[in-house]
């Protein structure tokens, strides 16, 4: 079992930076693979970012590549969204998930994911 919290989100305005971070309880932790999804108002949940078990592999949405990145720190059990450059469309509630999954092959695929934190929100301003 992984217990997910998330915590970091807030109000900023384009252009600014925010971390999310996303805290995990169990000692497996360190066995799953990571991803952050999002939902904006009135559409479906999308991926965001993935990384792989040992942290060495990412993977990013072509509308977050270059502007996110997903860190992780095992000794911490703790995954980070840095969020930099934002943008309005930005907006939406964060999620972290963990599956048991090393490589990341499909890693946008929510099904993957087997446990999910309550989401926080961000909102971007122009």
């Known amino acids: 079992q992984v217990q997910l919290v998330e915590s970091g989100g807030g109000a900023v305005q384009a252009g600014g930076s925010l971390r999310l971070s996303c805290a995990a309880s169990?000692?497996?932790?360190?066995?799953?693979?990571m991803g952050w999804f999002r939902q904006a108002p009135g559409k479906e949940r999308e991926f965001v970012a993935a990384?792989?078990?040992?942290?060495?592999?990412?993977y990013y949405a072509d509308s977050v590549k270059g502007r996110f990145t997903i860190p992780r720190d095992n000794a911490k059990n703790t995954v980070y969204l840095q969020m930099n450059s934002l943008k309005p469309e930005d907006t939406a509630v964060y999620y972290c998930?963990?599956?048991?999954?090393?490589?990341?092959?499909?890693?946008?695929?929510?099904?993957?994911?087997?446990?999910w934190g309550q989401g926080t929100h961000v909102t971007v301003s122009s």
């Open positions: 998930a963990a599956g048991n999954f090393r490589l990341l092959i499909g890693a946008q695929d929510q099904d993957k994911y087997a446990y």
């Open positions: 169990g000692r497996t932790f360190r066995w799953n693979s």
């Open positions: 990384i792989n078990t040992a942290g060495g592999y990412t």
